[in-house]
């Protein structure tokens, strides 16, 4: 397969690279840059040293769409509303790494990326790419709008237990946090290493651009859920998210069986690993996999449940997922290219 | 003054030394330590290397009590139990930072510690020791119960909203992050640096033993209070906490008026810091200062409020209050030896 | 093949597994452990939790000998000199990975290891397992000795100065950084989390037990080395070393003919890349994978050379240097199952 | 005392105003800010929240030299050049902690900073402040160039075996590393937290502004030093500094030997701790204090001696090596508003 990478310059870009060169069905994969198209990536990334020459185009849309068999656009908010357009209807699937095309509803993305939406057009033909819960869709899709991070551990981490209606879907609170390769390569005050050092930082409270992307699955499955309060944290590290999320239990069910019933649901889904009750999972459990690990807690003086979803934020999060759609879309199995086991220490 | 120390070997009583070299009013510091007595303080921690030959002394209550105005009690849960009925009768006030007398309730104590309580009649005499909102109690106390990390960042976070009843008081969800030094000094699994590096893990869950010292004091502001959530996870920095909490508004109050009310609660006290509104504190605000940083959000979507909390749990979380509550106790100024700026980067 | 590992709890073994794991030619993978025999993987590592319910065996040489095709020994010190003469002469070939069986003297090691040596029967048998340098005698070997990590660092940036005689062979200094997974798993008050971040220490001055093993190949290059300095050092980070060398220059040679004599010697090996004046490698351009990125500084003020060389201590400076050492003594290609660009950011 | 900062929004500058709010004899502060004035500190840095008003002033020499006692200069380098000159021959005391004032000779300067020396007339006057070796002229001085943060580590490290002429002045070699500190608040690609956490790093081989600083101060001890050897590297911590150094003996002096001349010449130094054989320091030792931490090793293999020194560059490498000048330019005693113990951990 012929593959290429818009925006190859973000940690989303590079790790997607890092994975394709590996993939045993890639044939060529060519790399694109709007601002330093002409460069090598080994000038941009030191650790690409001696390992490759490849140059970076410049966006030739008529024939990236013609030659290509896949497009992975991991280019900042705003790109791909323009860009995608104009990739679409020949050869190449498209797999947009950004959020602009997640949102069905245009007004709702202006509101929260304060940037004008792609046309309805576009956003009538992708396919939301959460595997685990959409992978006969995303298998016939030409657009995949893969996930953002946070949505992917949440979204993972409460599924099951939003389809099985046991618990109020008013009261759904999560408190999420990521390491900083989540806030991008660009340096900035948030993310310079005497800052963030020994610091545990909260953003965006109540106005995260991810709350409506997880309301939107949230309604999917079940229309009952009203707005969500999501928090999230800047972690001293450079990879990870967990997702800790609470909500009321309805009835009298145990925990065991809510473990069973995620079990039941994920246990066709090679890269969840549901855990048994008491071993919750830590962000190192899944550094540099595609793996999401979720445990649940059941506070029996409370009847609260407690969710624990972790992932890599890069990889399940990002750059792996899209592959893991990629595969799917080209007919591939699931998990070519992505068995990776997690690095530890 | 005469001070003595008692468990200087970890990390909140080596803390209370270096507090205490620098309090003006601080004559003499002995050091005793069941374990380690004969030993000098340098030879446990290098960094007090040519600064002092204090030996540590065995423990001798009869002649601590006589002779020391103050004794800090430092060492693990169990001890202070045992040690504090014979240090108390004569000249010394105690002020214990362990959990240990902490809880009204002996049955309580034994079910969340694993451990047999204190004896009622020392219980009945150990004064809550968090001056913000104990103050005159605590100045005219013989035995202070220091709060414990989490409870202190908690209960400074929801005071003003417990006391006001604006909000649901069986709606209290808190979502806590600690530093890795509130795990204590001896090395374990858990606390290795290549598990603990570039990982985020979460531990105890509805567990936790600071749960009932939490609930103990939100009980006694509001009657109505029903069993909390608090989850509790460990960050990949040495010190500092966040609590990020949780809870639904009652009625149409503004965040403007939730914020005021905060204000003025806390104008009078010089270590709690409430800011505007968006102006979230990271812990590295408060690094190695006795400061606690609030700041509240309020979301209109939800009617929930967030109210964040961090302090240093070494410092405001141990070792600092604690000579906040020295200075009470003994009639000095609040803020005696422990105008810290917080140390940045 | 089927691959044995002894050792699997320590970092090195559980790297060899996760690297074996992924390796094309690999069948079955048997584990070994003497504490901890019964139990499975995941007990140990959570990580590998779902992935593998891989039991730990006892280990039992004589069937082991028979049936695997290669043994890895990922075992403490002293270990090795023990258990690898009961593996030899039969079908498995030993990698082992300990620094047992490195030096040929029996007093040298004796003296640097504080203990008793193997047979010199066995040590006749071992291979030092440098790929770049010793590559014939590798694929020829029953028994390999891994080299340790830091004199991997060490002799892939020395070999083509020492060897081009163009350096003053009595004046070899060599200042080493390791992140802190080199002091291996076991919880000390050395890698307590609280101890090493934000800390920078240097341990065993002149005293590593890795001086005599580089010495041993540096004077096998050059008679007229004498005794180098090394110093360690540990960096709060948990993978990478860095090695910074400096040689006295005898005669009027230039950089870029160094530059020039270092990528003439290293251009047939895939794994060591030879940077360019200027361009000097950090650890993090070659996490996670078993590259080795050289770069050289040549002073005229002073006319001392500074060779500078990275690795991975996990990868090539232990686990994913062993399978290299596999692949050449099984006669498959040398990078098979190793093609891993760096993990970045 | 009535003070005055200029650059009170880089790091030095910070430190500068935390340290004077706590020293007994400054009565006022003013901030200065060429960029930012009239803002306020709080504005740029949150924990400084609630603490001050303290607005940031135009820089006016004209005012400053005749009002205030002491002027701190803590901006970047040319800025001093240009602005003592104005601020000289009135009331105020000036201590510069850029590199501007610190070399003699102007060509030096030009040479390795890249940029026009100040006046020869200014360089006349400015006296070096390494309190504990240049303290007679410092206390009768106008001016005083504080010392770089590597310099301070290195020159405290050498100067004794200098002295004594114990050892061979042409085989300097110093291994220095620093924490990300060092290289300012401007966010940068190499300050990046995703780029320097779980990296080590090196820079600026045999180009670092502080060689001839260096080398200015080892010629004034002993004639015969000749070009030296610098490497300086980062690490993934915020502060510290190591310098390890390495020189050949001349005779046959024993470690007991050196030892006791370096704790001979630095019994009367408070902020200097020579430490016992075999005690090596790390950078947590001198955390946020003024010490300065040193150790000797002597390798009989080698004839070398080791020195390791280690402090905190932003204290002891910049801002409370000023006020310690300070307090000796005001005849106050050295170690006022100083005497702070490591915090640990």
Redesign the interface.
Same mark, same amino acid.
């Given at each position: 397969m012929k593959i290429g990478i818009v925006g190859v310059t973000g940690?989303g870009g590079?790790e997607l690279y890092?994975l394709l *060169?590996?993939h045993p069905d890639v044939e060529t994969i060519s790399l694109y840059s709007s601002s330093q198209a002409g460069g090598t990536i080994k000038d941009i990334?030191?650790?690409?040293? +001696?390992?490759t020459n490849h140059r970076l185009l410049d966006i030739q849309p008529e024939q990236m769409k013609r030659e290509l068999d896949v497009i992975f656009l991991a280019a900042p908010a705003g790109v791909s509303s323009e860009l995608t357009p104009q990739l679409l209807g020949d050869k190449a699937k498209v797999i947009d790494l950004s959020g602009d095309l997640r949102l069905h509803n245009r007004n709702t993305y202006s509101q929260w990326y304060k940037k004008e939406a792609a046309p309805d057009s576009v956003l009538a033909q992708a396919v939301y790419g959460l595997p685990e819960w959409n992978k006969e869709n995303i298998a016939s899709a030409d657009l995949i709008a893969n996930p953002g991070c946070y949505p992917t551990a949440v979204l993972l981490g409460l599924g099951p237990l939003m389809r099985s209606h046991s618990a109020d879907p008013s009261s759904i609170?999560i @408190?999420a946090?990521s390491?900083?390769?989540g806030a991008g390569?660009n340096?900035?005050?948030i *993310?310079?290493?005497?800052? +963030?050092? #020994?610091?545990?930082?909260?953003?965006k409270?109540?106005e995260h651009q991810h709350i409506p992307e997880i309301e939107q699955q949230l309604t999917e499955w079940n229309g009952a859920v009203?707005?969500?309060?999501l928090?999230t944290?800047l972690?001293?590290? +450079?990879?990870?998210i967990?997702a +800790?999320m &609470?909500m009321k239990l309805h009835e009298e069910i145990t925990l065991r069986q809510l473990v069973e019933q995620y079990q039941a649901y994920y246990q066709d889904q090679p890269f969840v690993?549901v855990?048994e009750e008491g071993?919750?999972?830590? *962000?190192? @459990?899944? &550094?540099?996999s595609n793996y999401c @690990?979720i445990c649940l807690?059941l @506070?029996n003086? *409370?009847r609260?449940v407690?969710v624990?979803s972790?992932i890599d934020n890069l990889m399940k999060g990002a750059a792996s997922q899209a592959i893991q759609n990629m595969n799917l879309v080209c007919g591939l199995r699931e998990t070519t290219g992505l #068995? &990776?086991?997690?690095? &530890?220490?």
């Open positions: 940690y590079i890092r *060169t590996a990334y030191s650790h690409m040293n +001696t390992v609170i @408190d946090k390491g900083v390769s390569k340096p900035s005050a *993310t310079h290493f005497g800052h +963030t050092q #020994e610091n545990f930082q909260i953003y409270v109540n009203t707005p969500i309060t928090s944290h972690v001293p590290m +450079t990879r990870g967990m +800790t &609470y690993r855990r071993n919750f999972p830590c *962000t190192k @459990d899944v &550094y540099a @690990d807690a @506070d003086r *409370t609260r407690t624990v972790v #068995e &990776y086991l997690p690095v &530890y220490p």
